[in-house]
């Protein structure tokens, strides 16, 4: 895969590192050299569908095979039945009948994020709402393992949880990008520093403390970050 910025350019998420850092030193009025390395590994949560890859894309076209024709970009909501129409398959039995789930397509720039943080020395997870599915677990695994992310771990829940209830040992992400607001709004409440929210046509008109439009946009609104407090 080429890379976004060139051969000879490295995508800057140091500079996540370093505003979330700068924050931290300023709050406590202490001096902070840039750049700075954290005491520990910092982590960083992708969501994967619509974040990570485009399955929503994926099943409008799919949807077309059950004579049910729903642009993309008129999608307001995640109720399947109010996006789809009556004549929908349920939900359950569409991905089960529809290899969707373990065949989106990516978004290049999503996985370069997450290939590019690892190598800067986080720790990378994916947080999704997959234990509905039967094999969730394994379908997920598989479709990382197939796009270069297989030192990434994921992590299920379902889709009445929030995935705020995945935070284990207190341990909050520093850095937490998903296409729901809810999960990025409870996130933020949680803790998380950079709760970002991916713009999705679904996601239009809600307000976040972060946005990007693509996930090349993270090393931008790092650099963006040092310029607020940590919350005490």
């Excluded at 202490?30 to 974040?51: G, I």
């Excluded at 991905?95 to 190598?119: H, K």
């Excluded at 030192?151 to 729901?180: F, M, N, Q, W």
């Amino acid at each position: 895969m080429k890379p976004l910025f060139g051969e000879d350019r490295k995508f800057p998420f140091n500079l996540v590192a370093t505003a979330l850092n700068v924050a931290k030193h300023d709050r406590m009025n202490m001096p902070c050299p840039v750049p700075v390395t954290f005491p520990s590994r910092p982590l960083a949560v992708f969501d994967l569908d619509d974040t990570l890859n485009r399955l929503t894309i994926d099943v409008c076209r799919e949807m077309k095979k059950y004579g049910v024709n729903v642009d993309y970009e008129d999608i307001v909501d995640f109720d399947w039945h109010a996006t789809f129409g009556p004549h929908a398959p349920p939900l359950e039995a569409f991905f089960c009948q529809n290899p969707l789930l373990e065949n989106a397509a990516p978004n290049p720039d999503g996985v370069l994020a997450a290939q590019q943080l690892l190598a800067e020395g986080w720790d990378v997870e994916v947080w999704t709402a997959r234990a509905w599915h039967p094999d969730g677990e394994r379908i997920t695994r598989q479709w990382l393992d197939r796009h270069g992310l297989n030192e990434v771990p994921a992590r299920l829940c379902d889709t009445r949880h929030c995935k705020s209830s995945l935070i284990s040992d207190g341990r909050v992400p520093d850095l937490y990008v998903d296409d729901a607001a809810h999960h990025v709004l409870a996130m933020a409440e949680s803790g998380s520093r950079m709760a970002t929210l991916i713009s999705r046509p679904w996601n239009r008109g809600i307000i976040v403390p972060w946005r990007v439009h693509c996930l090349s946009e993270l090393g931008a609104m790092a650099a963006m970050a040092a310029e607020f407090p940590e919350p005490a």
